[in-house]
């Protein structure tokens, strides 16, 4: 039975509260493993990470965070450090295995959605068994309830019938000419408009300013009999606000002053969204009174506006 790997990746968890996204972590881990030089806050903002909001058409959704809600990060943020990198979805296992495999074994780790319970994006770092199972890191791995299978001895996560509810996976090709800083900024500029003014990037979810204006609708407008779902939804829905802190030096390094007051202002009024909801279940009892999640509602309006106001300025 053929086994490989790529030893020694960073791992992808969650140790660090101020930087949640699995799919940046996964992206950190899987360039610096390739001899880059990057870290959370740099990829989160050239990626559009730091820029994209998503939000279910169809009540709520514990995965509203997830970049597969904004698919045209995915291969952005490996073209701006000069790699090719191609998504392909969901097909029988001896075509997807292989995949996997033969990326692996020219030491590239693949960054997969639903490979592990629970979780979005998770980095692969190698298989075992002909691909029966897959090897990496996902903050889900250290869950016990949504990852019970014992760890590789390299400290990877181990995973057998992964494919069952795998859906995507981005294979990263050979390096393309890197972008020179000026042409980064100008694609990402570019891309960052579009996530904020598309109404929709994916059928199933809002997107950008729709989104925010639909949070605060769901939270107005939703009834329910137990707050788990729209506390749930909140605090994960949170990751992306959590996020727009990266946003300002990105801007300020590229001289766009204008834009960075703005994401300042922004990151100020996310992190109040944390202070008014914590992320600890703390507060659901403002889930039985819609008066007391007003403010929130009026601070993603807020959001709101002044994306509108950044994307104005976008030329």
């Not at 086994?3 to 610096?32: H, M």
């Not at 904004?70 to 090719?84: Q, S, T």
């Not at 296992?93 to 780790?109: V, Y």
């Not at 809002?206 to 107005?220: E, I, R, S, V």
């Amino acid at each position: 039975m053929k086994r490989n790997l790529i030893p020694g990746l960073q791992k992808v968890d969650w140790s660090d509260t101020a930087r949640q996204s699995e799919f940046v972590n996964s992206v950190v881990s899987a360039l610096n493993g390739l001899g880059e030089n990057t870290n959370y806050d740099y990829v989160c903002a050239v990626s559009g990470g730091a820029f994209m909001t998503a939000f279910s058409k169809e009540g709520w959704d514990f995965g509203n965070h997830s970049v597969r809600n904004a698919p045209v990060i995915f291969e952005h943020v490996f073209k701006m450090f000069g790699y090719n990198a191609t998504r392909y979805f969901k097909s029988d296992f001896e075509t997807d295995s292989k995949l996997i495999m033969d990326s692996i074994d020219r030491g590239m780790p693949v960054i997969a959605d639903g490979v592990i319970n629970c979780s979005n994006e998770c980095l692969i770092s190698g298989y075992d068994n002909d691909g029966a199972v897959l090897l990496g890191y996902n903050p889900f791995m250290y869950i016990e309830e949504d990852h019970n299978e014992p760890h590789d001895d390299t400290g990877y996560f181990r995973k057998t019938g992964w494919h069952d509810n795998f859906e995507s996976m981005l294979i990263i090709g050979d390096k393309c000419v890197k972008p020179s800083k000026e042409t980064v900024f100008a694609d990402t500029l570019k891309l960052l408009k579009q996530l904020i003014t598309e109404k929709s990037l994916v059928l199933s979810h809002h997107n950008g300013l729709a989104a925010h204006k639909a949070f605060a609708n769901a939270l107005m407008t939703y009834e329910w009999d137990d707050s788990f779902d729209p506390y749930m939804c909140v605090m994960c829905t949170y990751k992306i606000y959590l996020d727009r802190r990266y946003a300002v030096k990105f801007l300020e390094d590229n001289g766009r002053n204008d834009l960075a007051d703005i994401y300042k202002k922004i990151a100020e009024f996310c992190t109040e969204l944390g202070r008014i909801i914590p992320q600890d279940f703390s507060a659901g009892d403002m889930f039985s009174d819609k008066a007391k999640l007003k403010p929130y509602c009026d601070i993603l309006l807020k959001i709101s506006e002044l994306e509108e106001e950044a994307a104005a300025v976008i030329n």
